[in-house]
């Protein structure tokens, strides 16, 4: 009768402590503690998740090491201590990398770049060089040409005489032929004027004879614009350039200044003057003066004439007679 005792009435009853509820049919699940073991698993899932997009985002990566002016094989052991390979090996000339150092990288050194990938390397062969070529004789744009195409600049066109070596012709290079220089380097051409000729002296000539002496001397003529007075008469030659005795080269332009005669001054009047003075007064003007002193004159200091009286005009530079009693 479920093992209660009954009462003093006979009724047999419940115990006051309610029954447990009885287990659902089938077997019984063993509960979990769920507190601590979901703090765990969740924990795991999220450093999971946190290693997996770390690994995504940069754990797979890392950058290129600094590798420029390094040797190749300095590079290369780099490379190896990254994690990465050493692709394609490029040469180049530079100027400014010695030989056998790196001078690029490709990714370029610091640029992001995954594991195990290769990195391009381009090595330095030093400068680029050439063997000056012998344009000796070569006209000038030919020897232009010439070192053009061997990878060289014409620098500065300097010209000099030669019995040897005609007109526009090349004498010489500076550096000299066979020298081994910098590729692009420039080049100093020495060219000739052909043989000097001395510049004949036609001051004081007709302009038609000067011009035609100087022509037949192998040299040009200009005529300045401008004519100026001299001591040389009108229509003559008052001065040139270059002057006589200069050297020019064939073909040379030599340019002549005609005259407009003497620059005519007015005489001053010396007359009854003292020797000094009337020198002073004359030089002063712009003359030069001769004394005459004769026998009658050696002891005398006065002018008693001059050979061009006062108030009449003589060329400037010309000479004043004065004679002295």
């Known amino acids: 009768d479920g093992g209660f005792p009954a009462d003093a009435d006979g009724v047999h009853r419940t115990s006051r402590l309610a029954a447990p509820p009885a287990d659902p049919p089938g077997p019984r699940r063993p509960r979990l503690r769920r507190g601590p073991l979901a703090i765990v698993v969740a924990v795991l899932l999220v450093l999971g998740l946190g290693t997996g997009v770390w690994y995504i985002n940069?754990?797979?990566?890392?950058?290129?090491?600094?590798?420029?002016?390094?040797?190749?094989?300095?590079?290369?052991?780099?490379?190896?201590?990254?994690?990465?390979?050493?692709?394609?090996?490029?040469?180049?000339?530079?100027?400014?990398?010695?030989?056998?150092?790196?001078?690029?990288?490709?990714?370029g050194v610091g640029e992001r770049i995954r594991k195990n990938d290769s990195v391009a390397l381009t090595v330095s062969d030093g400068p680029d060089t050439v063997?000056?070529?012998?344009?000796?004789?070569?006209?000038?744009?030919?020897?232009r040409t010439v070192l053009k195409d061997e990878g060289l600049e014409p620098g500065m066109v300097t010209r000099a005489f030669s019995d040897e070596v005609p007109k526009g012709f090349v004498i010489s290079t500076e550096p000299k032929t066979g020298t081994t220089v910098r590729a692009g380097s420039a080049v100093a051409l020495a060219v000739s004027k052909g043989s000097p000729i001395d510049v004949p002296d036609v001051t004081g000539d007709d302009l038609a004879d000067a011009r035609a002496e100087l022509t037949e001397a192998g040299l040009k003529v200009k005529v300045a614009e401008e004519q100026v007075n001299s001591e040389y008469d009108k229509g003559q030659v008052a001065r040139q350039t270059p002057d006589s005795g200069s050297r020019a080269a064939?073909?040379?332009?030599?340019?002549?200044?005609?005259?407009?005669?003497?620059?005519?001054?007015?005489?001053?009047?010396?007359?009854?003057?003292?020797?000094?003075?009337?020198?002073?007064?004359?030089?002063?003007?712009?003359?030069?003066?001769?004394?005459?002193?004769?026998?009658?004159?050696?002891?005398?200091?006065?002018?008693k004439e001059q050979s061009v009286e006062g108030g009449d005009t003589a060329p400037k530079g010309s000479t004043i007679k004065i004679t002295i009693r």
């Open 58 to 107: 940069s754990g797979q990566f890392t950058k290129v090491p600094a590798l420029l002016s390094k040797t190749e094989a300095q590079a290369r052991d780099r490379l190896e201590e990254a994690g990465l390979d050493v692709g394609k090996v490029d040469h180049a000339y530079s100027d400014t990398v010695e030989r056998g150092k790196v001078i690029s990288t490709d990714p």
């Open 131 to 143: 063997k000056l070529p012998d344009v000796a004789g070569y006209r000038l744009d030919r020897a």
């Open 250 to 303: 064939e073909g040379d332009t030599v340019t002549l200044t005609v005259s407009k005669g003497p620059e005519m001054i007015e005489v001053p009047d010396v007359v009854g003057d003292s020797v000094d003075d009337a020198k002073r007064t004359l030089e002063d003007a712009g003359f030069d003066v001769k004394e005459d002193r004769g026998l009658l004159g050696l002891f005398g200091d006065t002018v």
